[in-house]
């Protein structure tokens, strides 16, 4: 519990700090796929409970490698639909009692950080 403490602590201060160090613009595949990677590891350490809690775990890191993938082929949109439907399914999960609440704030924080840098800025 204590190690998953600290873990959760360290990813949201790195999503803090790609944060500060985010320009106000939509960024490019590289500038972005580490708030990806910082959330799949997240998502690994994340406590999911109920019967299905495995393989409610799967569906989401698979939908971030989903966003993954498409961010690799230059489909950002599509790496975004990813992203968007990770964040849906952890709000779900959450209302549902299946994830940890804290882990489950972290993770939609994370999948906000994410689709904020893949997206242009509203003009």
Excluded at 13 to 35: G, N
Aim: aromatic share 2%; net charge neutral.
């Amino acid at each position: 519990m204590v190690r998953v403490s600290r873990l959760l602590v360290l990813v949201i201060a790195a999503l803090s700090l790609l944060t500060l160090v985010a320009p106000a613009r939509a960024q490019t595949a590289a500038e972005c796929q580490p708030r990806i990677s910082v959330l799949r590891e997240a998502t690994v350490s994340a406590t999911f409970t109920g019967q299905n809690a495995a393989k409610d775990q799967a569906g989401l890191i698979a939908k971030l490698d989903s966003a993954t993938s498409k961010l690799e082929q230059g489909k950002i949109s599509d790496a975004v639909q990813a992203l968007t439907q990770f964040r849906d399914k952890v709000v779900t999960l959450q209302a549902q009692g299946k994830i940890d609440a804290g882990d489950a704030n972290t993770l939609i924080a994370g999948a906000d950080e994410a689709i904020a840098c893949l997206e242009p800025p509203a003009a």
